[in-house]
Nanobody
């Protein structure tokens, strides 16, 4: 099992980014997948998740600004982020919802003017 996150960067407040997560997971299409983030000095928090059937859930802090999606044919998870705020600055990770292992290296998102 391996997750490779990409797409992060340095952006200004109000801008957008699209994160990708390439998953090497044989049961990807049957798994509820999630994005998490970890800000400096803080614990890793759940951001959003999507079931195998496409039902999505979001943390209140990102609801209405972030959109999670998946491409089962490519075993890839996405996170489209709009209206980014400085408090969104963190390292973003993907994983199967509820798993606490197989973490990837994450992708750094920095929102700063």
């Amino acid at each position: 099992v391996q997750f490779v996150e990409s797409g992060g960067g340095l952006v200004q407040p109000g801008e957008s980014l699209r994160l990708s997560c390439a998953a090497s997971l044989s049961g990807f299409r049957f798994s509820t997948m999630a994005w998490y983030r970890q800000a400096p000095g803080k614990q890793r928090d759940w951001v959003a998740s999507i079931t195998e059937g496409g039902i999505t859930n979001y943390a209140d802090s990102v609801k209405g600004r972030f959109t999670i999606s998946r491409d089962n044919a490519e075993s890839t998870l996405y996170l489209q982020m709009y209206s980014l705020k400085p408090e969104d600055t963190a390292v973003y990770y993907c994983n199967v919802l509820g798993w606490n292992n197989y973490w990837g290296q994450g992708t750094q998102v920095t929102v700063s003017s």
